[in-house]
């Protein structure tokens, strides 16, 4: 049920028994007004009655006593001689309106009526409580109806006024359902009441920082698969470059290695073997250097430092005057490998920053752990950020978001010699993602 019908059937509820309790209360006082009022006409009769009689009263001024009863609005009188014979009876005042017989029944009281005994016979003065119910079921009428138009304005003011107030959620559940198919440029606005206006503004910061998100999301992931194809294309080269020759070479001196046996040119023999195994020496080399950048964050057998040293050959075999100057504590291999994976990208990202960005003469790369941390530093003594600072691109802003993951504190700051700049990377050192 929706949340106005449920309002609506609420009041709806709480009103009907109001009234049915009003119903009953104003009833029983009705019934008890009535009572008194047909008592108190009894009274009056008695003692219209006695006062106007005595002993030699003659049965024509009886007759005409009853007929004074004639209208009364409460009181029937009559005659009666001998047992069952009625000599006179008065008339009651016809009622204006109908009552219908089970409201009269409700309210009407049992009273005895009154006996006097007359010269030859009785006079009886009967109660009749028809003219008072119908007084009574004007006025309950009159009231049920005014309530009854109350009850009916108020059950729709409150279907109105809750349809105008909840309008905007209707909005904002159909915004949260675009949200939900990804749609991040939903906005809200319109007129709504203060509370789902800051509702409304928080769902609207909360679609902005979703689009942000997923834009730089996307951004990354492009980033991504460009370096992927990078890397692949850098690897195809060294492979084309540094292996393809030496297999090339190593497959002729294989195949002239027979001949010159044959010719009886051991000597010359011999020295293609040599340049084979040669062939063979530099090609390991480089295969090692190439599955070293493949797996830099593969520990397996590899230790921290290895894997940070790795990094500096690939650079130092590109920029061979850059001094690196390399402090790894030993300890950094009890890390957690989430943690060592993460201190890798750090090195990684901030030697490619370095060497790009700031043509560096020495880059000090540290890894230390103290009680709880561990802690790395790349610093280099390049040109540094410049007076406008650093502007974080794809590199510092992934680096962040790993530190962040790992529960970490990071901090770009400008060595104090005014040349270079360090990047601090602070990770707990057991730390789960
Ligand atoms: N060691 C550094 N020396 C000088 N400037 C630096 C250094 N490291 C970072 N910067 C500055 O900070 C900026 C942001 O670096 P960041 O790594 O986030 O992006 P980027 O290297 O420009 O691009 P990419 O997204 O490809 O990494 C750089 O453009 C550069 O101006
Ligand atoms: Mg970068």
């Not at 951004?219 to 297999?247: K, S, Y």
């Not at 990208?345 to 561990?374: C, F, K, M, W, Y």
């Amino acid at each position: 049920m929706s949340l106005r019908a449920g309002l609506v059937l609420w009041l709806g509820c709480v009103l009907a028994i109001t009234l049915g309790l009003g119903c009953v209360l104003a009833g029983w006082h009705a019934a008890g007004s009535v009572r008194a009022e047909m008592q108190a006409a009894l009274v009056t009769g008695r003692l219209s009655v006695a006062n106007s009689i005595g002993e030699n009263t003659e049965s024509r001024e009886l007759r005409h006593l009853v007929a004074t009863f004639d209208g009364n609005r409460h009181v029937r009188a009559v005659l009666s001689g001998r047992p069952g014979e009625t000599i006179a009876a008065s008339v009651l005042q016809s009622p204006v309106q109908p009552v219908p017989d089970w409201f009269r029944r409700m309210i009407a009281p049992a009273l005895m009526p009154v006996v006097l005994a007359v010269p030859s016979g009785t006079i009886t003065l009967f109660a009749d409580p028809t003219n008072e119910a119908g007084e009574v079921w004007d006025q309950m009428n009159d009231a049920i109806r005014s309530i009854v138009l109350f009850f009916a304005l108020s059950v729709l003011a409150i279907y109105w006024a809750t349809g105008r107030a909840l309008a905007p959620l209707g909005r904002l559940s159909a915004a949260f359902g675009r949200i939900g198919s990804g749609d991040f440029a939903v906005r809200l606005d319109g007129p709504a009441p203060p509370e789902l206006t800051r509702l409304a503004a928080g769902f609207n910061r909360m679609a902005e920082q979703l689009g942000d998100v997923e834009a730089r999301n996307r951004v990354l992931q492009d980033q991504l698969l460009t370096l992927q194809e990078e890397e692949r294309a850098d690897l195809a080269r060294n492979l084309h470059d540094e292996i393809g020759p030496f297999l090339f070479a190593a497959g002729i001196d294989a195949a002239g290695i027979q001949p010159l046996l044959q010719a009886g040119r051991t000597a010359e023999a011999v020295e293609r073997a040599a340049s084979i195994q040669a062939s063979v020496v530099h090609m390991q080399t480089e295969i090692r250097s190439i599955l070293g950048r493949l797996r830099p964050l593969s520990f397996g057998d590899t230790g921290l430092a290895d894997s940070i040293g790795n990094m500096v050959d690939f650079w130092l075999d590109r920029h061979p005057g850059i001094d690196f100057v390399l402090d790894v504590a030993e300890a950094g291999d009890t890390l957690p490998e989430q943690t060592r994976a993460t201190v890798c990208r750090v090195v990684q990202e901030s030697l490619h920053n370095a060497v790009r960005h700031g043509d560096p003469a020495r880059i000090e790369i540290s890894v230390t752990r103290d009680a709880a941390d561990v802690v790395v530093r790349i610093a280099d003594d390049g040109s540094g950020a410049g007076a406008g600072g650093v502007t974080p691109g794809f590199g510092l802003t992934g680096m962040r978001e790993r530190v962040r993951a790992q529960a970490g504190s990071m901090a770009i700051a400008a060595l104090p010699e005014g040349h270079g700049l360090a990047v601090t990377v602070r990770l707990p050192a057991g730390a789960a993602a």
